[in-house]
């Protein structure tokens, strides 16, 4: 049991203790081996919390501790050689159906059959398709109304079926989106939970009453409070996003009993698994307490200590995962905002039968900004994420691999404003995601290096995301100052409609970023070593260059990044074959700007 008493050494012993340790120096911006420190690592909390009374009330050592001793397992740290998986070889791709529309087809699910033999030509193995299900569209289908149906606009069920079969037909496999989290303040549950206090369906939502103000001082993802006011019940009803995205009660049998005979559903349909929405919120600390204030500044979302690593997840994932996909053995990989590595490998090391990969994105932001600012990212930042995460993650977890998805700007335009190295940096990304350790996971565009969208005006904006912040924003600073925030880290950069002629010139055009792609998969796929082998990497202390090799049984590959925009020396070892490189063949003693090489070698020193 961790307490007052305890010092900062053994909660950077404990799993969850060291995440959380780790996320509030990435918060503040400062460096991770600050607790390494001997006197820092010696204070205890107590002596800490006395240090910082003025700004700290008691209130966040209790959040803090609490959140520690609710976990009491420890990742197994034997290394054990991973077991072969499908989905651990397998390239998956992202469709964002509303902006992969083709217009000379009837409708979007139409028009996704129709490229399938391009994304197959590309080296795709699997689709994650985000959701197609009924929806108003307040977040563009993450809220959903309707579970069993398909947003007409999309298509129908019959053209689901289509898609199902033509993508089995051709050895792929597709993984949906589940939003389990809420559903749409649309969906008949909630109606009718709304207006029938008796309804049964009551329990599946957060209803309380509370006078004049919300319940508690959650604050939602999107702006304003996480609580909605509903005048003429005089109720209020909990939502982490939007007011139309309603939370979902986990805590109620009855509800669980409904998600997982809908999951069933789709999967006796063909469905060979499911990408989990913000899974790791489902489970919410009873009571529902306010939020520490301290907690949330640093965090910049009050409450969330109270669900990001509630106390029943791990529960509510055996129980899912239990009966709903092992009986189907389909394939799982929740989206977890906040979930550091360790807390990480408790959801996913495959002996605990929770899920099987994360989504988390602490290497999507440099330390001590968030999205919405306007700087430039920093690709050391990404190495030294690297070089601890990777190698944590030894034995029974696994990775995914991934810059770009359908929340976040395009990584090429943070690390390159202005684009002057669009085409190199799109390789370099390339590589690191084909070839360290994990599953890459592509995101539509990312196959020709698609930049962030030169918007005008917050008119042009349609994010509920950024429109939201907007509209928080110009309370206290001028107009144009808080478009630019919100064009650093609007959503719709990344939702921008694909430019079908950029995929065709590029397909046929030999140099490429849609090429380099098709031929890493295609190495990729001819080696073991690139999949499974291990993974090591050299000079540690080189900020600007980043240098590791894969190895197994023998075959060796020796992988070097130039990290900036600077010449620097290449570390090549002599011997080595360069198989792969965003700057032709040649190879040489200098690496480019952004340059990237995969080499074959014989044996690694
Ligand atoms: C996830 C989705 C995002 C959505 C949110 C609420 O983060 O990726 O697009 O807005 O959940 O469902």
Not at 125 to 137: E, F, G, K, Q, R
Not at 438 to 467: W, Y
Not at 482 to 503: C, K, S, V
Not at 532 to 552: D, H, I, N, V
């Amino acid at each position: 049991m961790l307490s007052l008493h305890s010092k900062i050494c053994e909660v950077y012993a404990h799993p969850l203790g060291r995440d959380i340790v780790d996320k509030m120096l990435l918060e503040m911006g400062k460096p991770a081996w600050l607790v390494d420190n001997p006197i820092i690592g010696n204070l205890t909390l107590g002596a800490i919390q006395k240090l910082l009374s003025k700004n700290l009330g008691s209130g966040f050592f209790d959040a803090i501790l609490n959140l520690l001793n609710s976990e009491p397992d420890t990742p197994d740290t034997h290394s054990v050689p991973s077991s072969p998986a499908w989905w651990k070889e397998a390239v998956f791709y992202q469709i964002y159906p509303r902006s992969f529309g083709c217009d000379d087809e009837s409708n979007v699910l139409r028009g996704i059959l129709s490229k399938l033999d391009y994304l197959r030509e590309l080296g795709v193995d699997a689709i994650w398709l985000s959701p197609v299900y009924d929806s108003p569209n307040d977040d563009n289908g993450y809220d959903i109304r309707d579970y069993y149906k398909i947003l007409p606009e999309f298509g129908t069920m019959n053209d689901m079926d289509a898609l199902i079969a033509g993508l089995h037909k051709r050895g792929m496999r597709l993984v949906m989106d589940l939003v389990v989290n809420h559903t749409s303040d649309e969906h008949p549950w909630f109606q009718e939970a709304l207006r029938d206090e008796n309804s049964p369906y009551r329990d599946f939502y957060f209803f309380r009453k509370s006078d004049g103000k919300p319940p508690n001082n959650w604050v939602s993802f999107f702006s304003g409070p996480a609580w909605n006011y509903y005048p003429e019940q005089d109720i209020w009803a909990l939502h982490l996003f939007s007011k139309k995205q309603m939370d979902l009660n986990w805590e109620c049998p009855a509800l669980r009993e409904e998600i997982y005979k809908m999951v069933r559903w789709w999967l006796e349909r063909g469905v060979d698994g499911f990408r989990l929405d913000v899974i790791n919120y489902i489970s919410k600390t009873p009571g529902l307490h306010d939020g520490d204030p301290f907690v949330g500044a640093l965090m910049t979302y009050t409450g969330v200590e109270h669900y990001f690593y509630g106390p029943k997840l791990n529960e509510y994932l055996k129980e899912l995962r239990g009966k709903a996909f092992a009986p189907h053995n389909a394939f799982s990989v929740g989206e977890t905002p906040g979930i550091g590595t360790r807390m990480g490998r408790l959801l996913t090391d495959d002996y605990r039968r929770e899920l099987d990969l994360i989504f988390s994105f602490d290497h999507l932001v440099s330390p001590g900004h968030t999205r919405f600012d306007d700087y430039r990212y920093d690709l050391s930042y990404l190495k030294r994420f690297y070089q601890s995460h990777l190698n944590a993650d030894l034995g029974h977890g696994w990775n995914t691999l991934f810059f770009n998805n359908h929340d976040n700007p395009r990584m090429v335009s943070k690390i390159d404003p202005e684009g002057l190295y669009t085409r190199p940096l799109a390789k370099l990304l390339a590589v690191l995601q084909l070839t360290l350790r994990g599953t890459p996971f592509l995101f539509q565009g990312d196959e020709t290096g698609a930049c962030n969208v030169k918007f005008n005006s917050i008119e042009e904006i349609n994010d509920v995301e950024s429109r939201g912040l907007y509209a928080e924003l110009i309370k206290t600073m001028p107009p144009d100052k808080a478009f630019r925030q919100i064009l650093a880290g609007t959503r719709d950069h990344a939702r921008a409609p694909i430019n079908w002629e950029e995929h065709e010139r590029q397909r046929g055009e030999a140099d490429s970023v849609w090429r380099f792609y098709q031929d890493l998969i295609v190495l990729r796929r001819s080696s073991r070593a690139l999949i499974y082998g291990k993974l090591e990497f050299l000079y540690p202390r080189k900020k600007k260059l980043l240098s590791y090799t894969r190895s197994l049984n023998g075959e060796y590959f020796y992988i070097e990044a130039n990290l900036s925009a600077v010449k620097r020396r290449s570390k090549a070892p002599v011997g080595a074959v360069l198989l792969f490189g965003n700057y032709g063949k040649s190879g040489g003693k200098i690496l480019h700007p952004y340059e990237v090489r995969v080499y074959r070698v014989t044996s690694i020193v």
